[in-house]
């Protein structure tokens, strides 16, 4: 802190000794130099601060000689701080009529004074600069920088950062385009939602939809929709009910012919095994004959009885053989039959 002011004396003229050789006021922590002039101790540091051969000016401006100021060659000047501490004084301060001692002055009057003006102590940074008598009530009602609740979320800010909030605060109520009703900002998108919204003015789909009404209707328009168009809600429910019983009825047609269908196969395929057994009995009695053939070759005989008897085993192989290619050809046809069967069954399944 640099000197007082001048003016905080009461007696008009004060004496040189009193006075700071830099900043020229009345010395504040006075200290004394070698060569006996007085500076305040922060503007003696100021003076030394980075400089080595600080030369008085006092001196140089009275001509005695080039003094080299340095911090071991000074000390605090006690005897001229109790000289000044018992001047009478007067505070400054625009409104302050307090008088006292120099000594009360600097140690508690301008450490307290209401009239001082001071910079606003909230921390996060307020510049404003107030009478130490109002930094309360500013501190409670004034100061931008004072913290604020969101009435509607309870977040708090800083005052000048609210109107910020509010353009983002997610429970501020708005105003829903289709009822005019206030909703959290947040909710609005689920207050108009078609399906879980509670919106009475939002459109949903009319709940005859699955059997053939495709209107879209007000939510609280619906009791009224559904009282108009009952006669038309009746017909396509009486429509929907008769297209059900066809499906159920074609679907029970469908698995009977299956159902005959496989009774079929069951039959021709007994039929197979019997031919497949006949053709094997057939096979087994022409060996027996070739060799009783071979037999009587040998023996230089061949019968007209042996060679009519082969010709007719040759033929009922052949039509054994026709018979079971037609039967063959049928079972595949048959199989298809099935297979079509089947897929339409799982689907009107
Ligand atoms: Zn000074
Ligand atoms: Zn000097
Ligand atoms: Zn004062
Ligand atoms: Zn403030
Ligand atoms: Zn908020
Ligand atoms: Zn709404
Ligand atoms: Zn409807």
Not at 8 to 26: A, G, N, P, R
Not at 199 to 225: L, P, T, W
């Amino acid at each position: 802190m640099v000197g007082f002011s001048k003016d905080i004396f009461i007696q008009s003229l004060v004496e040189d000794k009193y006075l700071c050789q830099l900043c020229e006021k009345v010395l504040c922590d006075p200290i004394q130099t070698y060569c006996g002039h007085r500076y305040c101790e922060t503007c003696f540091e100021d003076l030394l601060r980075n400089n080595d051969n600080v030369l008085c000016s006092s001196c140089k401006a009275e001509g005695i000689m080039d003094t080299i100021l340095s911090v071991q060659q000074m000390y605090h000047d006690k005897a001229i701080q109790r000289e000044l501490n018992i001047q009478h004084v007067r505070c400054l301060n625009k409104g302050c009529d307090w008088t006292g001692s120099f000594e009360d002055y600097r140690v508690n009057h301008i450490l307290t004074c209401e009239y001082e003006m001071i910079q606003c102590v909230n921390r996060n940074g307020c510049n404003v600069s107030i009478q130490r008598g109002n930094l309360s009530s500013h501190l409670e009602k004034d100061c931008p920088m004072r913290i604020v609740k969101c009435e509607y979320c309870t977040v708090e800010v800083p005052f000048t950062n609210i109107e910020t909030h509010l353009l983002e605060c997610p429970k501020i109520p708005e105003k829903c385009k289709l009822c005019g009703e206030f909703v959290p900002r947040e909710m609005i998108e689920q207050h108009t939602d078609t399906k879980t919204g509670d919106c009475v003015r939002k459109m949903i789909a009319c709940q005859f939809q699955n059997v053939g009404c495709h209107d879209m209707v007000e939510k609280s328009k619906m009791a009224e929709h559904n009282t108009r168009s009952m006669g038309e809600h009746l017909l396509m429910m009486l429509q929907f009910i008769i297209s059900l019983m066809a499906m159920v009825r074609s679907t029970r047609n469908k698995i009977d012919e299956v159902e005959n269908v496989r009774t079929r196969i069951n039959e021709h395929e007994n039929q197979i095994k019997q031919l497949e057994k006949n053709e094997e009995t057939l096979h087994h009695k022409m060996t027996e004959m070739v060799s009783a053939a071979q037999n009587e070759n040998r023996n230089g005989i061949i019968t007209g009885e042996n060679k009519h008897l082969a010709d007719k085993h040759e033929q009922s192989t052949r039509a054994l053989n026709n018979s079971m290619t037609v039967v063959n050809k049928k079972l595949a046809t048959c199989e298809g039959v099935v297979a079509v069967l089947n897929n339409q069954v799982e689907k009107t399944d």
